[in-house]
């Protein structure tokens, strides 16, 4: 009689269905780790690692009150808040008459370029009201990233060394002129782009280069033109008024 092997031969056995999926599992998760890994490192702008800057520009806002009050009309106004803003964009504004005494003055800037004021493209209003026969206040308000300021209450009265764009509410028989609102009409901002470039070229010191890195730094306040380091700066219901020889001028504010 043959004697039996110690130990009988061995037989290969399959993996269950059950250790069959734990596998996969495993599969499935390193291959997931390593696609994460390589597109954090190897394609920026599409995970939550992308880096944006911050590109809001300061405005200067006693500038943009000594604007209004010196300007002729919207399109001069239009003109002198370009100059004022140091960013890239272009300030398009809107000036509407809501009856013989209330007028709101809106800049903004026409990102879809339509010739319309949108609530999210508004930067600042100028809400100009009469209050008398000879007198009259206003206020200046921020919106969007500007939204934190608000001005004064400033007053404004007849006899004021001002700009035709509000002294001319003084006038007797003064009819309301913007029932239809005026609007920086499209087209008409390249100009305004082109004699921006124009102005910035010829007073290089008023605008410095941009920083680099995150964010831009010029115009910002501070040392910058126009800004309260600057010596131009005025407060009260003086403020932007230009001075004659010999006149004196009362402050009303």
Known sequence: MSKLPDTAPSVPVRPTTLALAR???????????????????????????????DTTVDIDWDAVNQAYRDAEGPEDFEKRVNEIYAGDEVVSVSVRDNDEKSQVVTGFFDKNEDGNV??????????????GADKAQYQISGYGPYASYH??????????????????????GYRPMYMTPYTTAPARRSALSQQ???????????????????????GSKGGAWGSSGSG??????SFGV????????????
């Open 23 to 53: 596998r996969s599992l495993v599969f499935a998760l390193a291959a997931t780790v390593a696609l994460g890994g390589v597109t954090a490192c190897g394609a920026p702008g599409q995970d939550r690692w992308v880096v944006t800057e």
């Open 118 to 131: 949108d609530e999210g493209e508004k930067i600042f209003t100028i809400q100009r009201d009469l209050v």
């Open 151 to 172: 001005s004064p209450m400033w007053d404004i009265a007849s006899g004021m060394m001002m700009g035709m764009f509000i002294s001319r509410m003084f006038s007797p």
């Open 196 to 218: 921006r470039s124009s102005y910035r070229a010829a007073n290089p010191s008023k605008f410095p280069p941009k920083a680099s890195g995150s964010g831009r730094s010029y």
């Open 232 to 237: 131009r700066r005025r407060s009260g219901g």
């Open 242 to 253: 230009r001075r004659p020889a010999g006149r004196r001028v009362v402050s009303l504010g």
